[in-house]
Each structure stands twice: as structure tokens, then as C-alpha cells.
């Protein structure tokens, strides 16, 4: 058990410093990520390492190209507004799910704790805390959506758009409208108006996709 926790720990550890590359700009997009380089940088094995890059690869920051190898997701122009735009609609479908559930109880508890940590990241000065739980908020929604397809598209679509939420949380502006944004959502969530969450959260993500395209940004 002692050595199976050595390696969860391992993993995790290595996972936050290649995202701290990312997030720092060490690491660009198209950037490939070599299994043994990285082992000697960090100091262990190569096994470790290609479990965090196949876990990377699964969460949409690292992509498998034939006879190149894994590399940081390189997104052109257009596919990262069409990926703004599968985003926002998935969204909404999120939401409209939302009203096959039994009761809002769970999905009350999950959406008000991660608001918390994002909260106490925020006051903390926390940012890459700050960041997880960010995306923890949108994962919360999705992990709730009673439709099983609609959850597998939206919660892909999210871990690709998590690269682009490293370059809009840098800014202490746009830090904030998260923030605010996220506990307007919360609160309509905990007040039970759905139809207002769904509103609210909706003009989010299409705030969100305006910042990304400085200038080259279509109607969403």
C-alpha cells in the first residue's frame, strides 16, 4: 500500500510541475514532451512520467501526434473558436439536464464546496489553487448531467479548453470576473433558479471566449 501511495505521489507531483510549465509559458503549445528528458529532470523513473503525460493526453492538455510523439495542444484560430462555441451550447444542454434530477441537494453540496476553495484560493493569492478549482467548478456541472453522452462531450470539451483558461487566468482582471461570475452562478444553483444559472452561465463562457481571440472573435 505504502509503495502504491509513493507512486500516486509521484504522479501528482510531476502532473503539477509540467502544468506549471505550461501555465508559466516554459512550455507552448506544440511543444513536445520527451518521457526520458523529463524523467532525468525530475529525478525518476520513466514510468511515472508516461502515466502523468497519458493522464495529460486524457485531460485534453497534451495531445498523441503519429511518429511525433505527445506535445502541448496546439489550437489554431478556428478551432479554438469552435471550441468556445461547443463549449457554450454544451453548456447549456448541461443545465437543461438538470431538470431530470430527483432533487438539487448533491449538486448544491459539490457546486458550494469548490466555490469555497476557489474563494480561499483567491484570498490565499493561490493562483494555480485558484485555477483547479475554477475548472473544478465548470467539471462539477458537468460530472451532474443526468444525459451520460451529453456528460462524455462536455466534460471533453472542458479539458481542451482548460489550455485556453491558463493564458485568461493570468490576468488578475479576468481572475476576478471568474470569481464573480462563478458565485453568481453558485447562487442562483443554491437558490434553486436554474433557468437563471443557466443565463448566467451561458454569458460566462461567452465572456470567457471573447478574451482568447484578441480582435479575431466571431458572434458566439
Known sequence: MAER???????DAIYGLILDKIQSRELLPGDRLNIEDLARDFGVSRTPVRETVN????????????????SVVQLSDEQAQDLIEANAALGGLVFDSFGYLKDLQGLQSALQEVMTMQLTASECGDDRRFHEASVGFHKVLIEHCTNPIIRDYAMKTQNQINMCNFAYMAT???HQQSLKA?????????NGELKKARKLMERHNKFEGTIF???KKRNL
Open 5 to 11: 501511495n509513493t507512486k500516486i505521489s509521484k504522479v
Open 213 to 215: 481571440f484578441q480582435g
Open 172 to 174: 488578475k482582471e479576468n
Open 182 to 190: 462563478h458565485s453568481e452562478v453558485n447562487e442562483a444553483v443554491q
Open 55 to 70: 493522464r495529460l493526453i486524457q485531460e485534453g492538455f497534451v495531445e498523441q501526434k503519429h511518429n511525433v510523439g505527445p
